[in-house]
């Protein structure tokens, strides 16, 4: 496969018509007044299976042909980009087998299993994702359609920043989580058409700078899996494809501290009535933590996901509300 073209986000958006959400993009003026900017939240946590990852598993599903439509589809993911295989599978009448971790989110399993999938569960530290995926493969004849190292996926992943740049006009920033990079990949294509001028970063975990660390060696480098809240970014190493994208295209890599992520999903929730898992509020936490000029900008920030049980949610925001007293208690 070679890497996409803007034509191809237009294309994708063209056959998501009428099956993806069109998401809301919202405005908050408390985060505008803090910050000296003008903010426009594009809300993924509000698309089908509660994330992003339904544009781009639709877009790619939707062009099997009737060889692969009867043998099914095979996907490895942490949840978000497994539910978006499985729902799309399930719409498009194709047989879908997903590999998830085994401590992969309860909410992204079960709903996984209640799009009609089959889960087969592996060891993150442990096992190799890839090769159980290579595996069924050979063994059963599925076409593997991985996350985000895929021309499709990226494509239909740029439809969100597509629509937000539709809706808004031209941006100065655009912030955008990364995981693996096709979020990021496929938003730059739509700056490409929608703002030109505008500056994309992406912004990943502190304990998982992968996409940092490539971008500034200019070339790929892998870590050990990151221990970090945000699940849907613990990725050891950009895709290829993506990367390809995003060394030409990007204005850099950020990076949030799982403090901050927690920090960004207490505002979103209480100012803004938004629930957003930590791997969706990577854009929000790394525009406030970038030291950027923002003052009197147009800032564009995706929010890329919502699935986040809600025990974890409020577990989190206790914790760090725990470590809060503590701290000024300690000062008193």
Same mark, same amino acid.
Do not use: W
């Given at each position: 496969?070679?890497?996409?073209? !803007?034509?191809?986000?237009?294309?994708?958006?063209?056959?998501?018509?009428?099956?993806a959400?069109?998401?809301?993009v919202?405005?908050s003026?408390?985060?505008?007044?803090?910050?000296?900017?003008?903010?426009?939240?594009?809300?993924?946590n509000?698309?089908?299976?509660?994330?992003?990852?339904?544009?781009?598993?639709?877009?790619?599903?939707?062009?099997?042909n009737?060889?692969?439509?009867? !043998?099914?589809?095979?996907?490895?993911?942490?949840?978000?980009?497994?539910?978006?295989?499985?729902?799309?599978?399930?719409?498009?009448?194709?047989?879908?087998?997903?590999?998830? $971790?085994?401590?992969?989110?309860?909410?992204?399993?079960?709903a996984?299993?209640?799009?009609?999938a089959?889960?087969?569960?592996?060891?993150?530290?442990?096992?190799?994702?890839?090769k159980?995926?290579?595996?069924?493969?050979?063994?059963?004849?599925?076409?593997?359609? $991985?996350?985000?190292? !895929?021309?499709?996926?990226?494509?239909?992943?740029?439809?969100?920043?597509?629509e937000?740049?539709?809706?808004?006009?031209?941006?100065?920033?655009?912030?955008v989580?990364?995981?693996?990079?096709?979020?990021?990949?496929?938003?730059?294509?739509a700056?490409?058409?929608?703002?030109?001028?505008?500056?994309?970063?992406?912004?990943?975990p502190a304990?998982?700078?992968?996409?940092?660390?490539?971008?500034?060696?200019?070339?790929?480098?892998?870590?050990?899996?990151?221990?970090?809240?945000?699940?849907?970014?613990?990725?050891?190493?950009?895709?290829?494809?993506?990367?390809q994208?995003?060394?030409?295209?990007?204005?850099?890599?950020?990076?949030?501290?799982?403090?901050?992520?927690?920090?960004?999903?207490?505002?979103?929730?209480?100012?803004?009535?938004?629930?957003v898992?930590?791997?969706?509020?990577?854009?929000?936490?790394g525009?406030l933590?970038?030291?950027? $000029?923002?003052?009197?900008?147009?800032v564009g920030?995706?929010?890329?996901?919502?699935?986040?049980?809600?025990?974890?949610?409020?577990r989190?925001?206790?914790?760090?509300?725990?470590?809060?007293?503590?701290?000024?208690?300690?000062n008193?």
């Amino acid at each position: 496969m070679t890497p996409p073209t !803007h034509a191809d986000v237009v294309a994708a958006a063209g056959r998501l018509a009428g099956q993806a959400n069109k998401t809301p993009v919202l405005n908050s003026r408390t985060a505008d007044q803090e910050s000296g900017a003008s903010f426009f939240f594009k809300c993924e946590n509000l698309q089908r299976v509660g994330a992003f990852k339904f544009r781009g598993a639709f877009n790619a599903l939707c062009q099997f042909n009737e060889a692969q439509r009867r !043998h099914g589809v095979v996907a490895f993911s942490t949840g978000n980009h497994a539910q978006a295989v499985a729902l799309s599978a399930r719409m498009l009448g194709i047989p879908a087998v997903i590999v998830m $971790p085994h401590d992969a989110p309860r909410i992204k399993t079960t709903a996984t299993r209640g799009y009609g999938a089959e889960v087969i569960f592996y060891d993150r530290v442990q096992d190799d994702r890839e090769k159980i995926a290579d595996d069924l493969v050979g063994s059963r004849g599925l076409t593997l359609l $991985p996350p985000y190292d !895929h021309a499709d996926i990226i494509a239909g992943q740029g439809t969100a920043a597509l629509e937000l740049f539709d809706e808004v006009g031209p941006l100065d920033y655009l912030f955008v989580p990364v995981g693996g990079g096709g979020l990021l990949a496929g938003s730059l294509l739509a700056a490409s058409i929608g703002s030109a001028s505008c500056k994309v970063f992406g912004v990943e975990p502190a304990a998982g700078n992968d996409g940092q660390q490539s971008l500034r060696a200019g070339q790929l480098v892998r870590i050990p899996t990151p221990a970090t809240i945000a699940d849907g970014a613990q990725t050891q190493c950009l895709g290829k494809m993506p990367f390809q994208i995003i060394k030409e295209r990007a204005a850099d890599i950020l990076t949030a501290t799982d403090a901050q992520l927690v920090d960004a999903m207490r505002f979103l929730s209480e100012r803004m009535k938004l629930i957003v898992e930590p791997t969706g509020c990577l854009g929000y936490a790394g525009a406030l933590a970038s030291g950027l $000029p923002l003052r009197g900008k147009r800032v564009g920030v995706i929010l890329s996901g919502g699935n986040i049980d809600l025990a974890v949610f409020g577990r989190l925001l206790a914790e760090a509300d725990s470590q809060a007293n503590s701290a000024d208690r300690g000062n008193n």
